[in-house]
């Protein structure tokens, strides 16, 4: 059976529930400043009581979202808005703060648009859970670099937007050998040491991922494969020295290349750079070779 509420109920009701909920309950003129809210609007740095005039409602939202959120507001007045609830992230108050925003149209007795009715609630909670399972699902866990799914995305990104580049695929020679002998910790160890050297050595804008059990790729935009040869070639010698030295008398690892051009599909760019690296390979290891 159904609760029926007198006006002055009704508006007793509203009171208590926007003065004791986080959510904010605010009404924007026709022009879309706002004339009254509830009290959770200071968690955006606003007091309503203290101004002279009210914020626009493009002020609760960064800069290049605010014309995104107008639309929204001209879409509730003139009656053609979803009632579906829209994202922004908040220009005041928390940083990293989003919320979402639901309007509706406000008529007067004589059925006329007058102002708008919103409520905005904060999912900064759920943007971080969804920012951290976005990181999981696309960063090796052990070295924290891209992963596979990131990598085939990025690769796939630069073929069909015919940037030019080079794709070169990183390998640890005899890493099985390396496992067994010394066990998987010295091995994990191995593949962490190999990431910081291709940060530290490749160009700022190189694109670096795990793809593999001890295979790495990176893109590298801009550069035809002679010019990636250049810069991957220190990366392989740079190794090979650390392998006469500490490093190797520990574990005694090097690293091939294969470098081809990210052009054609993301299909041909692979067999191209899988081939040089096998070419890499069957020429003794520790060296680059270009498709």
Not at 10 to 29: M, P, T, V
Not at 178 to 199: H, I, K, P, V
Not at 206 to 231: K, T
């Amino acid at each position: 059976m159904g609760v029926d509420f007198t006006l002055q109920e009704r508006s007793a009701l509203y009171g208590l529930l926007a003065e004791n909920s986080d959510d904010i309950i605010f009404k924007s003129d026709a022009r879309g400043f706002i004339l009254t809210a509830s009290p959770a609007i200071e968690q955006l740095g606003y007091r309503l009581p203290a101004m002279l005039i009210g914020p626009h409602i493009r002020d609760l939202v960064l800069p290049q979202f605010a014309a995104a959120i107008e639309a929204e507001h001209r879409a509730a007045l003139s009656g053609r808005g979803s009632a579906r609830w829209h994202e922004f992230p908040a220009a005041t108050g928390v940083n990293g703060h989003w919320f979402e925003i639901q309007m509706r149209a406000l008529l007067d007795g004589a059925g006329r648009l007058y102002g708008v009715l919103c409520m905005m609630r904060s999912i900064t909670a759920r943007k971080s859970l969804e920012e951290q399972l976005f990181t999981a699902e696309m960063t090796d866990p052990l070295t924290r670099l891209t992963n596979r799914v990131a990598f085939v995305s990025m690769l796939e990104y630069m073929v069909c937007g015919k940037a030019g580049g080079s794709l070169a695929l990183f390998d640890l020679d005899h890493f099985m050998t390396l496992n067994m002998r010394y066990g998987q910790s010295a091995g994990d160890e191995t593949l962490c040491a190999f990431s910081e050297l291709l940060r530290d050595m490749v160009r700022c804008e190189d694109i670096i991922s795990r793809i593999g059990n001890e295979r790495f790729g990176v893109l590298l935009p801009g550069l035809n494969p002679e010019q990636a040869g250049e810069v991957c070639g220190p990366v392989v010698e740079t190794l090979a020295v650390l392998g006469q030295s500490e490093f190797a008398e520990r574990f005694g690892v090097t690293a091939s290349a294969g470098i081809a051009p990210i052009s054609g599909s993301l299909d041909r760019t692979m067999k191209h750079a899988e081939l040089a690296l096998f070419a890499a390979k069957a020429k003794g290891r520790s060296r680059v070779e270009c498709s």
